[in-house]
């Protein structure tokens, strides 16, 4: 019995350790998803820059 309760603690242990530790994997997609939404943000944010300064021409 003490040795079931042992081995569920330390898979308890186990599984929170690797959900606080996201996989390398992970982190590089998020990482990329977080580049690619910058890019997104400044060519909105040139786009709107260069909407205003055809609008100030008219």
Not at 5 to 21: A, C, D, F, G, P
Not at 50 to 57: A, M, N, P, R
Request: charged residues 35%; aromatic residues 4%.
């Amino acid at each position: 019995m003490k040795n079931s309760l042992v081995n569920s603690r330390s898979r308890l242990l186990t599984q929170k350790t690797k959900e606080s530790h996201p996989s390398k994997e992970m982190v590089k997609l998020a990482k990329k998803e977080i580049e690619s939404q910058k890019i997104h943000a400044q060519n909105v944010f040139l786009t709107k820059l260069e909407t205003d300064k055809k609008l100030d021409w008219i």
